[in-house]
């Protein structure tokens, strides 16, 4: 059984318009696994059929579907399944820059999304960008707990400032460890053995999280196209993530 991900946005609300595009499905024998409103008038769901041409003949219907305009309809990707779990969509940037921009008022949605994130195997790189304060660390070690996966701060300043030389066999478990990373820290901070850590690390097929990209990429020979994706997160969607502020301790 496949699963196709729809959504609509209600052009013209009126009593009955969710039965009769339920009715639709029914009498197509296209399963229902969920419905969610998401953001006002666009509603989603996640269908699951094992015919194909089921599903080009309601794609067919639905551009004779009066008061709703279809908006997707595809396999659904990730940010769909989330979408439909919280009810929010995830603002994005152009494809080629892979941003995703998160505020603080969403942090739950933020943390599903990075914990989908590194429940898959193999090589994962993700930026983290923002200010101090606003939530960076925590919610990546919540995402960890939600995918079930130990955390490892190679360096960090959540608690002073960490700035690990080695690992323990435990901690280099590729399997269940998640590499965490303060660009600000391990590139100001460094010494001659947590770079050469770090260049094990890096070179791993680990899931990795860098805080500040921004200066982690200015100060090593690596470019945002090391990054599968980054994330912004902000106090609010008008704040400017900037550098220029920081103290010369980093005491964030």
């Known amino acids: 059984m496949e699963e196709w991900y729809l959504e609509y946005r209600i052009s013209k609300d009126r009593p009955g318009l969710l039965g009769d595009i339920a009715s639709l499905l029914g009498m197509l024998s296209i399963n229902i696994v969920t419905i969610s409103g998401v953001e006002g008038r666009n509603r989603g769901f996640l269908l699951q059929t094992d015919d194909i041409q089921k599903i080009e003949a ?18 659904p990707t990730l940010m769909d399944r989330i979408a439909l779990r919280h009810g929010v969509f995830i603002e994005r940037e152009s494809e080629p820059t892979k941003t995703y921009k998160f505020t603080r008022d969403h ?8 914990g989908e994130l590194m429940k898959r195997p193999g090589h994962q790189v993700i930026g983290v960008r ?29 608690l002073k ?6 690992l323990t066999e435990d901690e280099l478990n590729i399997d269940q460890n998640v ?18 850590l770090m260049r094990e690390i890096l070179h791993m097929e680990v899931p990795k999280v860098i805080e500040h990209p921004d200066v982690f990429i200015k100060k090593s020979n690596l470019g945002w196209d090391y990054f ?9 969607p008008s704040e400017v993530i900037t550098y220029e502020h920081l103290d010369s301790e980093f005491q964030f």
Not at 179 to 196: A, F, K, M
């Open 179 to 196: 590499y965490i990373i303060d660009g600000i820290v391990s590139t100001s901070r460094e010494n001659e053995q947590h770079r050469r």
């Open 58 to 75: 309601l794609r067919a219907m639905f551009q004779k579907v009066e008061n709703v305009t279809v908006t997707a309809f595809r396999q």
């Open 130 to 158: 923002g200010m101090p304060r606003v939530g960076k660390t925590e919610s990546i070690v919540a995402a960890c707990v939600y995918a079930n996966k130990r955390w490892t701060f190679l360096s960090s300043t959540l």
């Open 161 to 166: 400032q960490t700035l690990r030389t080695q």
């Open 228 to 236: 599968d994706r980054v994330i912004e997160l902000r106090n609010d």
């Open 107 to 114: 942090l739950g949605i933020l943390v599903d999304f990075l």
